[in-house]
């Protein structure tokens, strides 16, 4: 990317935090059973305003009245298998973003295949891990294939890993924060999935959405990796320092490049 | 409310906290995907004991063995639809209070239909929010509508929010205890409502035993926002002081009237 | 036991929590949906790979390839009952170790049916309190009761409460670490299971696994309960702990006789 963008990106997540905390978007998220409860508290964390039903009876209304939508393939029981298709039918007819997350993709031939069919709903973002975007891809995520997936699918792919690494086709960023003990911790990266939609209901670029969501990610969990006691002490410390971070402290510890 | 009935509210929860220490009744709570772990740990916190099933083949027979039985809609799958009629039917046929939590009726027609059914029940007490209310009585809460709504469902109306108010059509108290975090975390009202359940299992005025839960949960609410670093150690910190929480401190922090 | 096991146990455990660390263990959870979250997060803690999907069409490619199976029968709803019998042969066939959770069979005539068709797939190691063993097995636990099922079922009986005794018809441990506050935790005999299942993917001895896998969640509870302010604090205490331990930390604390 150019000396220009990066900059931008840095301003932009401190606005976004603000803005969410002013507008308290709602998001709508189809998740795993495991997540639920931490994605919901980042996004309260965060200002935003979550809703978790599954249902496809209830989940359609839910995401009318929502910001955006994110689709975790995660716990793909029958009434998500029910309720992701409405949903995104939903989102996109009222012209808002969604995120997908196709957790753990590499792991079942059944889950690829949704992933695939839900990668023809045109999510905004696709949020996944270097084992989910190889299955995804067929091949391994570099600069060169996550553009080159990014521009076929018409999304912006964003790589979540030690490195993220965030491409539309056009654009790149790599984000080097965030925290050995993030990964020690279920759910991190699905709850993360829902900040890029909380800012992705704000911000029209997703690119720049996806990246100002993962460089704020990747600081908070920077800040709670050194005040916390270890795997279990971490999402409180995670959580606390997303509610209370702003632009100089992200200026000050952004590693993006 | 008589300047009599106050004190009688304050002195109650703190014997009702000894009360269910010593009883441990057993509640079972058919509740959301988000909010069982939160509502699993208040109620052991608090010294009850939780079950959540919420099969239909299996929540009857847990709802037969129970002190009190909660009802929260959110999470509206298949299982629970069939399951909540006969559990509400159990307690009935038991003799058990059982509570009713309309979450985000709001939202979903589908699910202001059965709350509404679900009212034929008779639940001991009913727990929402002001945009809950407002769907399910037709009008915005005040102490007239919420007087009015719990003389026609022959219910306790318990309206949480920053000032709690809570009516059962001839006395009314509103407790003003309680701290802005607590709606920075998921499930906190939904939680709650299951210490309602375990003190209506104990008190069999069911006002009495809403506003008494209601005063403690407010009151540990606010002793947790004077030492959590925020909405990720709240929860925490939150259940810490309930399971600490004694009629003297209750005593001090009170604010009702 | 023999003076002989005693030390076996104690040294055997600090060297399968780095055997763990090292090699990262898949263990699949099918487990009650208040647990999923502290079940996954107590695997990481450990350094296992958690993986939880409960749908009958996922479950068994989640298992094929994991080395250890749990099978919690907490929430047993459709999709859960539909895919424990092909989870359970499928981990079989593979010829990888699977841990059962008899969950609430005391409470619930049709989990106690399902408990007892499973325990005819050969669990290596099962996991209950007093009064799911009662359920189970007809009389109270005691040595001997233990022995005699354990010999039964060709399983080892892992009874979990003030004290824990493992019994595999031949030997015999009691173990008498732990802290009151692990049963006002929800999901903490849950949990803790699924560790007895990551040790058994390593340890070929299931009676060993499961003996150091107890003595590990009693000595990390120990510690917890230390520096924990109350069962709100005490998740994350515990976890953090259990991360941190090593032989040194158990050889010092263990109880075991």
Same mark, same amino acid.
């Given at each position: 990317?150019?000396?220009?963008?990066?900059?931008?990106?840095?301003?932009?997540?401190?606005?976004?935090?603000?803005?969410?905390?002013?507008?308290?978007?709602?998001?709508?998220?189809?998740?795993?059973?495991?997540?639920?409860?931490?994605?919901?508290?980042?996004?309260?964390?965060?200002?935003?305003?979550?809703?978790?039903?599954?249902?496809?009876?209830?989940?359609?209304?839910?995401?009318?009245?929502?910001?955006?939508?994110?689709?975790?393939?995660?716990?793909?029981?029958? %009434?998500?298998?029910?309720?992701?298709?409405?949903?995104?039918?939903?989102?996109?007819?009222?012209?808002?973003?969604?995120?997908?997350?196709?957790?753990?993709?590499?792991?079942?031939?059944?889950?690829?295949?949704?992933?695939?069919?839900?990668?023809?709903?045109?999510?905004?973002?696709?949020?996944?891990?270097?084992?989910?975007?190889?299955?995804?891809?067929? %091949?391994?995520?570099?600069?060169?294939?996550?553009?080159?997936?990014?521009?076929?699918?018409?999304?912006?792919?964003?790589?979540?890993?030690?490195?993220?690494?965030?491409?539309?086709?056009?654009?790149?960023?790599?984000?080097?924060?965030?925290?050995?003990?993030?990964?020690?911790?279920?759910?991190?990266?699905?709850?993360?999935?829902?900040?890029? #939609?909380?800012?992705? #209901?704000? %911000?029209?670029?997703?690119?720049?959405?996806?990246?100002?969501?993962?460089?704020?990610?990747?600081?908070?969990?920077?800040?709670?990796?050194?005040?916390?006691?270890?795997?279990?002490?971490?999402? #409180?410390?995670?959580?606390?320092?997303?509610?209370?971070?702003?632009?100089?402290?992200?200026?000050?510890?952004?590693?993006?490049?």
């Amino acid at each position: 990317m150019t000396d220009e963008a990066f900059p931008h990106v840095v301003e932009r997540t401190g606005a976004l935090l603000d803005e969410v905390r002013a507008r308290r978007p709602r998001v709508h998220a189809i998740t795993n059973a495991a997540a639920q409860t931490l994605t919901a508290n980042l996004l309260l964390a965060a200002g935003a305003a979550p809703s978790l039903t599954a249902s496809a009876e209830e989940a359609p209304a839910f995401t009318a009245r929502a910001d955006a939508l994110l689709v975790n393939l995660g716990t793909l029981d029958a %009434e998500r298998r029910a309720a992701i298709p409405w949903c995104i039918a939903t989102a996109r007819q009222a012209g808002r973003p969604w995120v997908l997350d196709p957790v753990f993709v590499d792991a079942s031939p059944a889950r690829l295949d949704l992933a695939r069919l839900s990668l023809m709903g045109r999510p905004a973002v696709v949020r996944c891990n270097a084992d989910e975007f190889a299955a995804l891809a067929g %091949e391994p995520p570099s600069p060169a294939s996550l553009q080159a997936f990014a521009a076929r699918a018409q999304t912006v792919a964003a790589l979540t890993g030690p490195v993220d690494r965030i491409e539309d086709g056009a654009r790149g960023v790599a984000i080097a924060n965030g925290h050995a003990l993030m990964a020690r911790v279920t759910a991190m990266g699905c709850a993360g999935a829902a900040l890029v #939609a909380a800012f992705a #209901a704000i %911000e029209a670029d997703a690119w720049l959405a996806a990246s100002c969501a993962l460089l704020a990610l990747g600081v908070a969990g920077e800040i709670a990796g050194e005040t916390a006691g270890g795997p279990g002490s971490f999402p #409180a410390a995670f959580l606390d320092a997303l509610h209370r971070l702003d632009e100089p402290e992200i200026r000050s510890r952004a590693r993006a490049s």
